[in-house]
């Protein structure tokens, strides 16, 4: 009865699509915070326990903290957060930015990831149309802006989310949803091997790294979901706006030439338009 509601009214489907992804950018803005420190936090159990085997002293059992445990509190005073105060967007605009318990400001970013998610999922719902692409489209949208923040804040991109990411871009493409299974495979292997081997002539060109494995692993990852066709244009405009950010961030805010700048940013926001528009771009690129 649901989905037939769903299906039989857009609008319906628009608004519910909007309001889950209000409630997923809640989640998104624990991931982005917690999964970082939870790599890190295996990665020092892992030396603790390497020591350990050498002789020396390991870790002490340090308490759970994952993506559901401890409950969200606040940084400053240890505020465990209610349900109410936890309302995407609607409860940060009530306490106006500001913790119930200690007054302490809580970042706009939070209500920014929630309210960027519910516009994309919504507008996602509308490009699609209910049915199998507007679903799986959802779950890359979301993925594809956890990855962004997390990158941003970290220069990481956890396996943990762009490796499924490959394997569930083919699975998704077995009946040809957004492409042929044979052009995701060969956009999966072609994604990876075309950063890797812009890593390697640069590293050996300069004598330095230029990037991460994990932007691989997201242009792999791109290329599963959308086909090989589809990585020039991201590759392009991953490109074309890392670039202009770089050198504005170099001419007009001070950033130092030797400072990193992380490029998963740009190749998800490059994915997500051939996600939406690739065809249309690249059928007109084509036309001209």
Wanted: a positive charge.
């Amino acid at each position: 009865m649901i989905f037939e509601s769903l299906q039989s009214s857009p609008m319906l489907f628009i608004s519910a699509s909007t309001i889950l992804g209000l409630m997923v950018g809640s989640f998104l803005n624990v991931v982005i915070h917690r999964l970082p420190r939870m790599m890190e936090r295996e990665w020092r159990e892992q030396c603790s326990a390497l020591s350990a085997g050498h002789g020396e002293m390991g870790g002490e059992c340090a308490a759970p903290y994952n993506l559901v445990v401890p409950r969200s509190a606040c940084p400053s005073c240890g505020h465990t957060i209610s349900a109410r105060e936890n309302v995407p967007v609607i409860s940060w605009l009530i306490l106006r930015g500001r913790c119930a318990h200690c007054k302490a400001p809580i970042s706009p970013r939070y209500p920014v990831v929630e309210a960027l998610t519910g516009l994309l999922s919504g507008f996602v719902a509308w490009h699609f149309g209910f049915g199998p692409a507007a679903l799986t489209a959802l779950l890359l949208t979301w993925s594809l802006i956890a990855l962004t923040f997390i990158d941003f804040d970290t220069q990481l991109l956890p396996d943990s989310i762009t490796q499924p990411l490959i394997w569930l871009g083919l699975l998704c493409n077995l009946n040809g949803l957004f492409t042929t299974l044979g052009s995701a495979l060969i956009g999966a292997v072609a994604g990876y091997l075309t950063l890797w081997s812009i890593y390697w002539l640069f590293r050996l060109a300069a004598k330095k790294e230029g990037m991460g494995y994990g932007d691989f692993k997201l242009l792999a990852a791109i290329g599963a979901w959308l086909g090989w066709q589809m990585l020039p244009l991201v590759i392009l405009l991953s490109s074309l706006v890392g670039a202009a950010v770089g050198i504005s961030l170099i001419l007009f805010a001070g950033h130092g030439r030797q400072i990193p700048i992380p490029f998963g940013p740009y190749l998800a926001g490059g994915g997500l338009i051939a996600l939406l528009w690739g065809k249309q771009i690249t059928q007109a690129y084509l036309g001209l």
